[in-house]
């Protein structure tokens, strides 16, 4: 692959990444609509327009740091509003509305490797080529890491909800009580490269298998 300036990195990571957290956000107020929480649509956050979801620090800022400092990249949006009290099954229902982000995640990777084989196929000039396959290998890690780690078991992580409404109840309170203190330890993992080593296997792994597919 070619060496692309900082301003052409920002340009090319930029469509993937605000589109993984925005459809990332959009699908958990999605689903809790369908099961009968409407505040996030109600707020006006089914929408694929990023500016509705665009956090300062985890959308621009932070994507932004690590793109300078290494090829590594991670942001979020702003969580879209989900009231529990007004799900159908509130347990069941808060668990598939956590799971719905990954999910969408897997899906906009499957995506990108639709396009990437695509842009393989159709004959376009090597330069054009070349930087829609950056694009595509940016859209399919960064969607395979928000994935993976979205489902970590740790508050306020999905899969920390996903944890929390799969316990019993008296687990579930005494568990919920560690949300206050997740990002101060997901921030202490990073730091420490314990979230890398973590993140690492199943990461490459998966990317791995991906890029084997378009090759």
Known sequence: MPEFSLLEKIIIWAV??????TVHEVAHGWLANKLGDPTAKSQGRLTLNPIKH???VGTIIVPAILLYASNFVLG??????VNWHKLRQPRRDMALVAAAG???????????????????????????TEILLVMCDAGIIINIILMVLNMLPLLPLDGGRVLSALLP??????YARLEPF????????????VLQQ??????????????????
Do not use: C, E, H
Not at 198 to 215: A, C, D, E, K, T
């Open 102 to 128: 990954p999910a969408s995640n897997l899906v906009m990777m499957v995506i990108w490797l639709v396009l990437a084989k695509l842009f393989l196929i159709t004959g376009l000039p090597v330069s054009a």
């Open 182 to 193: 997740g990002l101060l330890i997901i921030i202490a993992l990073l730091v420490t490269g």
């Open 54 to 56: 665009i956090d300062p």
């Open 16 to 21: 993937p990444v605000i589109f993984a957290i």
């Open 198 to 215: 973590i993140l690492g296997p199943p990461v490459f792994g998966l990317y791995s298998f991906v890029v084997s597919l378009i090759n």
């Open 169 to 174: 109840v008296s687990l579930s309170r005494q």
């Open 76 to 81: 979020w949006a702003r969580p879209v509003p």
